[in-house]
C-alpha cells in the first residue's frame, strides 16, 4: 500500500494540539458502548490531540485499540494499571 | 448537541460505523424528510427512518387504514383500521423512536400546494401509487431543485430511482409523460406479493439515508429493477434527455400542472 501523503494543512493543525490531552473514563462501561464513546470523544477532538480512556472491560482492551487503528487514528499505549484496569492512549489522526 | 445515554445505545450500531460516527447520526437527526404516501411502500420507509434517527419525517397521504391494506402496510394495524394512515403510521413511527417528529399531512398533492410542502424538506421520497402523483412530485422536485428518491412496485417486480435534480436524469428523462389512463394496472386490479414494498421501501430507505450522509454513490442515471420470482436485481442505465420536457436544455414545462383526470384514485 503507498504511503500517505499527509496534508501540510492537516500536519500544522497537529503540530498545534500536539500533546494536548484529554481524558476518558469508561469503567463499568461494556462493549460495544466502550468504544462508542471512545468514538465519540475523538470525533470531539482536533488532529493531533490525545486521548487517555481508563478502562476495567477486559475484552475491550484488546477490541478498542483494533477498533482505533481501523478507523485511521493512532494507538500509542495500552497498558495494565491495576488488577482490573488498564490505560489506552490514543492520537487522532484522522477526521 | 450532544447525545443522551439512551441515544448512544439506540444509536450505537451507526456511531461505530466510520461513515457514520457521530457525526453522520446528528446530520440524520437533523434531517427533515417528506414521505409521499403512508402505504405499501411509506410504511417501511418511515419504519426505518424512524428507527434510523431520521428526526422530522413529513407524511402526506389522504386515505384511512383499510382491512385488504394489512396484508402489506406494515406500519398500520387491524386497530388502526378506519384512521387516517398518516395518523396511524405516525403513532407506529414514534412509538418506535420518540426522537422523531412525524409530521402527519392528511390530503393529497396537487399543483397548487406542493412546492410550499416540500420546501421544507432536504428531500422527497416518493411511494405513490399512482401516475399524476409520481409526474406532479418529479416536476415539483425538479423545478425545486430537490433530490428525490422514487419507488414503484406490481406484483413480482418493483423499481428504484434516485433523481439529483439537474446532475442525473429525472422521471421524465425515463418516461416522458404518464401513460394513459387505463393501460396500466393498479396493484387493486393486478396485485402485488406483500413483502414486496418491504424490499423497495428498505432500498428507497437506504438511499436517503445515503443522501443525508453524503456517503456511498446513490442511483443517479440508474434504475434498480428487482424480480422477486426470479430472486433477481438489475442496475439499468438511465442518460439524462437533453431533450426532456423538464429538466432537459428547453424545457416546456414551466410551472406545475395536475394529470388527475380519468386515473383511478385507490389508496
Known amino acids: 500500500m503507498p504511503e500517505e501523503v499527509s496534508n501540510p494543512m492537516e500536519e500544522a493543525e497537529r503540530m498545534e494540539n500536539a500533546g494536548q490531552k484529554r481524558n476518558l473514563d469508561i469503567r463499568g462501561l461494556v462493549c460495544p458502548y466502550t468504544f462508542v464513546k471512545a468514538k465519540l470523544a475523538i470525533e470531539d477532538m482536533e488532529l493531533g490531540e490525545v486521548l487517555e480512556i481508563v478502562l476495567d472491560y477486559p475484552e475491550a482492551v484488546h477490541n478498542i485499540p483494533k477498533s482505533m487503528q481501523d478507523h485511521g487514528q493512532k494507538v500509542l499505549k495500552v497498558e495494565q494499571t491495576g488488577p482490573k484496569e488498564w490505560i489506552i492512549v490514543v492520537r487522532k489522526e484522522k477526521d | 448537541m450532544e447525545f443522551s445515554d439512551s441515544q448512544i445505545q439506540r444509536y450505537s450500531r451507526h456511531i461505530i460505523l466510520p461513515e457514520v460516527g457521530g457525526k453522520g447520526q446528528k446530520k440524520l437527526l437533523g434531517a427533515k424528510v417528506l414521505l409521499v ?136 428523462c425515463l418516461f416522458e409523460a404518464p401513460p394513459p389512463p387505463g393501460l396500466v394496472p ?77 386515473y383511478c384514485q385507490m389508496g
Open chain 2, 37 to 172: 404516501g403512508a402505504g405499501g411502500l411509506g410504511c417501511p420507509v418511515g419504519y426505518y427512518l424512524a428507527a434510523a434517527g431520521v428526526g422530522t419525517i413529513g407524511l402526506v397521504d389522504d386515505d384511512v387504514v383499510e382491512l385488504s391494506n394489512l396484508q402489506r402496510q406494515i406500519a398500520h394495524s387491524t386497530s388502526t383500521i378506519g384512521m387516517p394512515k398518516v395518523e396511524s403510521a405516525k403513532r407506529t413511527f414514534e412509538a418506535l423512536n420518540p426522537d422523531v417528529n412525524v409530521v402527519a399531512l392528511k390530503g393529497r398533492l396537487n399543483k397548487d400546494n406542493i412546492t410550499g410542502i416540500i420546501e421544507e424538506y432536504d428531500l422527497v421520497i416518493d411511494g405513490s401509487d399512482n401516475f399524476p402523483t409520481r409526474y406532479l412530485v418529479n416536476d415539483a422536485c425538479v423545478l425545486s431543485r430537490k433530490p428525490l428518491v422514487s419507488g414503484a412496485i406490481l406484483r413480482f417486480e418493483g423499481q428504484v430511482t434516485t433523481l439529483i435534480p439537474h446532475e442525473g436524469h429525472c422521471y421524465r
Open chain 2, 186 to 262: 393498479s396493484c387493486q386490479e393486478a396485485g402485488v406479493l406483500g413483502v414486496l414494498p418491504g424490499v423497495i421501501g428498505a432500498l428507497e430507505a437506504t438511499e436517503a439515508l445515503k443522501i443525508i450522509l453524503g456517503q456511498g454513490a446513490p442511483l443517479k442515471n440508474a434504475l434498480l429493477i428487482y424480480n422477486a420470482l426470479s430472486a433477481s436485481f438489475r442496475k439499468v442505465k438511465v442518460p439524462r434527455n437533453p431533450k426532456c420536457p423538464v429538466c432537459g436544455e428547453n424545457p416546456t414545462i414551466t410551472e406545475l400542472e395536475d394529470y388527475d383526470a380519468g
